[in-house]
């Protein structure tokens, strides 16, 4: 099953997931265990309140927020921060499905009740010109490397020259990827909300994606670019994490967030930087927002003014 498939059947499933994996507050930390377990609890209570409006995570609107925080402010004690709680909740789960393809707005920050609302969206992470110069020297093959090695620079490699999400890595075949052709690239089918698009790769990421095709014991279009080890089923988020880490850590860059999110950041902003326009870039990344890459762009003014 899919993540979108997953938050429509198993939203309490796929919320806790999201939780354990990839979610990260203000400060772009995980979250603590007493903290999932009280936004768990804050979700299956939305949760709840869909269902009885017959509608999902995917659909409900400003409405249904609405109609939430009138409900829960009946059984809440005047002054009390219930209702900010619950609404900083909701944003982050609404930007991560807009970012997930699963939803195309966030009802929450377009609601007038919460234009004063303390500014709590973590900066994006992502690698300056240096590291992201580091990293794609560590990607190129070297001689002595095993299957492990060459997996890992290829998908290192994938993600930091197509800026593609984990969930798309995933799901890759090896029919999406050209790299014989003359313009090499990578094919990211439909998927929810989100139209197909083609991603032309750089040629840094080239050398790691032809050695980690060569080792592949079978090549059919519809196999799995990069299958589970010993499996022919997907790759999980938690190897994917720690690739992305373990290559971090090799050219010594540290950030509370080492996630695949902080080169899919890298590969945006490196967009922006080459003179690509806020919408070319949210197509780029299969977004139907520009909020992201609007965020990506103000880290570039922000370094010219300290340059300067």
Not at 105 to 125: G, I, K, S
Not at 164 to 182: F, K
Not at 184 to 203: A, F, M, N, T, W
Not at 259 to 276: E, K, W
Request: with cysteine; charged share 25%.
């Amino acid at each position: 099953m899919d993540r979108m498939s997953r938050w429509i059947t198993g939203p309490s499933d796929a919320y806790r997931h999201w939780q354990e994996t990839e979610a990260v507050g203000a400060d772009r930390r995980p979250f603590s265990a007493r903290s999932r377990v009280q936004h768990a609890a804050m979700f299956d209570r939305f949760l709840r309140h869909l269902t009885t409006k017959e509608t999902t995570v995917a659909t409900f609107g400003a409405e249904h927020v609405e109609s939430f925080f009138a409900d829960v402010e009946t059984r809440c004690a005047p002054g009390t921060t219930t209702r900010l709680r619950y609404g900083k909740m909701l944003d982050r789960l609404c930007r991560h499905l807009v970012e997930e393809g699963i939803r195309t707005e966030n009802p929450v920050t377009a609601m007038a009740a919460f234009e004063r609302w303390p500014e709590d969206e973590p900066v994006p992470l992502y690698l300056d010109v240096d590291a992201d110069a580091r990293l794609q020297e560590w990607v190129a093959p070297a001689g002595d490397d095993d299957a492990r090695t060459l997996r890992n620079r290829a998908i290192v490699a994938l993600f930091l020259g197509t800026g593609v999400s984990a969930t798309e890595l995933r799901q890759t075949r090896c029919s999406h990827l050209v790299i014989d052709g003359v313009r090499p690239h990578l094919d990211v089918p439909k998927r929810g909300l989100r139209e197909s698009r083609r991603i032309s790769l750089p040629q840094f990421a080239i050398a790691a994606l032809s050695a980690w095709m060569d080792t592949l014991a079978s090549k059919a279009d519809d196999d799995l670019l990069f299958p589970a080890p010993g499996s022919a089923s997907m790759v999980n988020d938690v190897l994917l994490g720690a690739v992305v880490r373990e290559a971090l850590e090799a050219i010594a860059f540290r950030a509370p967030d080492m996630s695949p999110r902080v080169l899919r950041n890298t590969y945006a902003r490196r967009q922006l930087v080459d003179g690509r326009s806020n919408q070319d870039v949210s197509r780029l990344l299969g977004l139907t927002s520009h909020r992201t890459v609007v965020r990506l762009r103000e880290t570039i003014a922000i370094s010219s003014v300290q340059l300067s």
